[in-house]
């Protein structure tokens, strides 16, 4: 038992191996997981992977690519539209609400509706871009892979994006160039083409492709190449406008025609071969013909001011800001009328060619009922001379000032009636220095009509001093004029206009005036509307009464005696009633026109600036000896009005009060001196302010031959009052130079008078 036992043991470790020298056994190979290099095989195929490695490898591949894709599609959302893709040009119009003034735009871009466009405009687009747009899911493998083959040969890169792909980079998610970019891309294409149909696509990216000459979409296209609305493009032209679609700028007719052409023959070639046209539809095309590419900048021309304008005014008053005016696709009605804007131009145009360069002119109408400006002239060209004469540039007022202080009078009861002396040089209260007239005449005591309409220094001095200049100066704020006006200050000298307003203030004063003392902000936006056609912003034209219609009526009254009689005697061709001051500075750095009829209000001034900034003295020029407000700011003043108000109704001004008892004031001086003909002084009246005296013109208008002397003493009033205005014989439409000196022209016989001491 025992040695069978042993026996079968024996064998039975012989069963399970071999027994190894010395009486160990070898044990037995483990099988590898991973036979690599393959065992058993050649020296070169045991390197080389088997079929099943390389199939369960790429089905590994495969299945984590789709998982990824997948993963990727599941959790990729359509974002909101890119502000590229929804980013509109702003145009900006006239009052008239179609006469374009400009735009402004970050893209030159303007929506259409497609079912507005041709067919043949879409089909020329999917021809030329993607001839399978119609078939693929929103990428195209056959594409992709052909533009990678083509690539790796060396030829010119191509891209291979369906239109779609392009729709999707330009729509949402703007220009992607890296792998990760170009696959959220195709994620997206997949999605849109899913949730959008071909044509809303095709729409969409109609409407923000880039087609050169900075124009965005189809619309702004067919503008900048043809000078049409997309919705007369003919098929000629949309397969121009789709062969240039991949490098406009390059292939621009105006720039490469040869390649340009190239690109429309394949355009139309591929529209046969895909059924969009026939052979002999194609046959009938001839190349179309483009308009000149004119490069303007936004603001050049004297227009660029009052774009300035409207983009300022958006941002303070309707709350737009600098970003929403380039890209919100706003449309902006001004208040600007074109007719009347281009006459403000022409009349600037017509200063003789010897004008100055340095010599500047702001034109500024506004309409009295509402505030609206009208007309605004603010220089030649913004692009080069940014700063506008009409808004930002002051000049010393002049006598425009005068009337301040005489509706300052009127309030405190004073009426027109009232006599001063006027003789000169005259010591005033308040004056350190005497106080000259502009023609050193001696008018004897005369009313406040008179002293208005001859501009009187010294007479208008005494009653600044009765008055209070205190009063004065508040008369121009109600009227206007901003309290920190440079120069405005509650002093005796501030009847003379040492204070220098911008032309727009001194227009909304005026505007008061010719409102009858409702005084309303100057505004040159009238309306705006969204993208959609709401209305998001109206100005606002209420006024505030400042100054009592009797008032006004009575202001107006003096001031018309200026036109009629006085200074201001160039308006009167006008030939409607109209009231204004003229206005020179001293020493002759600043000339104006300020006047005004029932339904408008205009200032012109003109001034010149130094090499260093600063008011020098006005060059003369052309037919004057020298530069006055009653010589080319009233002739400019006169022409300009005659043209805005070629259509508009003549009116009336209110009637005045009945006139009250001229009275004498009894603290100025009442005895005049002999009359002389001895020469006049040239002496600067002195205030605590630089005096703006006004220049020499005669007391009578348009003589032939002005006196020598100066009249007689006036006879002072009696009991009964006086209201018979002083008549003078009629001038003739434009008064000949020679025969007047409102310009500052000499007459022969006359003594010679300070420069820049021309009107009254």
Do not use: C
């Not at 208008?460 to 100066?473: Q, T």
Request: glycine letters at 8%; zero cysteines.
């Amino acid at each position: 038992m025992a040695a069978r036992k042993q026996t079968g043991r024996g064998t039975g470790a012989q069963g399970r191996g071999r027994a190894a020298p010395g009486g160990t056994r070898k044990p037995q190979a483990k099988k590898r997981r991973f036979d690599y290099p393959r065992a058993g095989k050649g020296p070169i195929h045991r390197w080389l992977p088997s079929w099943r490695v390389v199939l369960g490898t790429a089905l590994t591949g495969i299945a984590v690519v789709v998982g990824i894709f997948a993963a990727a599609y599941l959790t990729t959302d359509i974002p909101e539209p890119g502000d590229f893709a929804q980013a509109q040009g702003t145009h900006v119009y006239f009052a008239d609400d179609e006469t374009e003034m400009g735009s402004f735009a970050e893209y030159n871009r303007e929506i259409v509706d497609f079912d507005t466009l041709p067919e043949h405009v879409g089909h020329a687009v999917v021809a030329s871009e993607d001839r399978r747009f119609y078939e693929n899911v929103g990428v195209d493998p056959i594409a992709i892979g052909r533009a990678l083959w083509n690539n790796l040969r060396g030829n010119p890169v191509q891209g291979g994006s369906t239109l779609t792909q392009q729709y999707v980079e330009r729509y949402y998610l703007g220009t992607t160039t890296d792998y990760v970019g170009k696959f959220r891309e195709a994620i997206l294409a997949l999605k849109i083409d899913r949730e959008l149909t071909k044509d809303e696509i095709l729409a969409d990216y109609l409407n923000t492709i880039y087609f050169g000459r900075n124009a965005y979409g189809i619309e702004t296209a067919a503008q900048a190449y043809f000078g049409k609305p997309a919705a007369e493009l003919t098929l000629s032209e949309s397969a121009m406008l789709a062969g240039i679609i991949p490098s406009p700028n390059s292939w621009d007719p105006e720039n490469n025609p040869e390649r340009a052409q190239e690109r429309w023959e394949r355009t139309l070639d591929f529209m046969v071969s895909d059924g969009w046209i026939t052979e002999a539809e194609a046959a009938e095309q001839t190349f179309p013909e483009t308009i000149p590419h004119v490069r303007s900048d936004t603001y050049a021309g004297p227009t660029g001011y009052l774009l300035d304008m409207v983009r300022k005014e958006l941002v303070a008053k309707a709350g737009i800001t600098e970003e929403q005016i380039d890209t919100l696709g706003l449309r902006i009605t001004t208040t600007i009328d074109p007719d009347a804007q281009q006459a403000a131009v022409d009349v600037v145009d017509a200063l003789p060619e010897d004008r100055p360069e340095n010599n500047r002119v702001a034109l500024v109408s506004v309409d009295p009922g509402s505030g609206a400006v009208v007309a605004l002239y603010g220089g030649p060209d913004f692009v080069s001379q940014s700063r506008n004469a009409a808004t930002q540039d002051v000049a010393q007022a002049g006598s425009t000032f005068k009337p301040f202080t005489l509706v300052a009078a009127l309030q405190e009861g004073i009426p027109l009636s009232t006599r001063y002396p006027s003789y000169t040089p005259m010591e005033i209260e308040g004056f350190d220095r005497p106080v000259n007239n502009y023609d050193s005449f001696n008018r004897g005591t005369i009313d406040l009509v008179e002293a208005t309409e001859q501009s009187v220094n010294t007479t208008y001095a005494l009653l600044n001093v009765e008055v209070g200049p205190e009063k004065s100066v508040q008369a121009a704020v109600d009227a206007g004029l901003p309290e920190d006006t440079a120069g405005l200050a509650p002093v005796p000298s501030n009847v003379l206009g040492p204070a220098s307003p911008h032309p727009i203030d001194m227009a909304r004063a005026y505007a008061t005036f010719a409102a009858q003392g409702v005084r309303h902000e100057p505004h040159i936006v009238a309306e705006v509307r969204d993208a959609e056609g709401n209305t998001i912003f109206t100005a606002d034209e209420s006024g505030d009464e400042v100054f009592e219609p009797d008032v006004m009526a009575e202001a107006t009254y003096a001031m018309t005696k200026v036109i009629e009689e006085g200074t201001g005697v160039r308006a009167r061709s006008l030939d409607r009633p109209a009231a204004g001051k003229t206005g020179t500075s001293n020493e002759g750095r600043s000339a104006w026109f300020a006047g005004y009829v029932p339904q408008l209000a205009t200032v012109v001034a003109m001034y010149q600036v130094g090499e260093d900034g600063t008011e020098e003295s006005l060059t003369p020029f052309g037919e004057y000896a020298s530069i006055t407000g009653s010589t080319y700011p009233t002739t400019m003043w006169r022409d300009f009005m005659a043209a805005a108000l070629e259509d508009v109704p003549i009116e009336d001004f209110p009637s005045r009060p009945a006139p009250t008892t001229p009275t004498f004031t009894p603290d100025a001086p009442t005895s005049d001196p002999e009359p002389t003909t001895e020469e006049p002084t040239t002496e600067e009246p002195t205030t605590e302010e630089p005096t703006t005296q006004e220049p020499t013109s005669p007391p009578a208008p348009e003589p032939t031959e002005e006196p020598t002397t100066p009249p007689e003493p006036t006879q002072e009033p009696t009991d009964e009052p006086t209201v018979e205005e002083p008549t003078a014989p009629e001038p003739p439409e434009d008064p000949p130079p020679g025969d007047e000196d409102r310009g500052g022209r000499l007459l022969p016989g006359l003594p010679d008078r300070p420069p820049g001491r021309d009107e009254t």
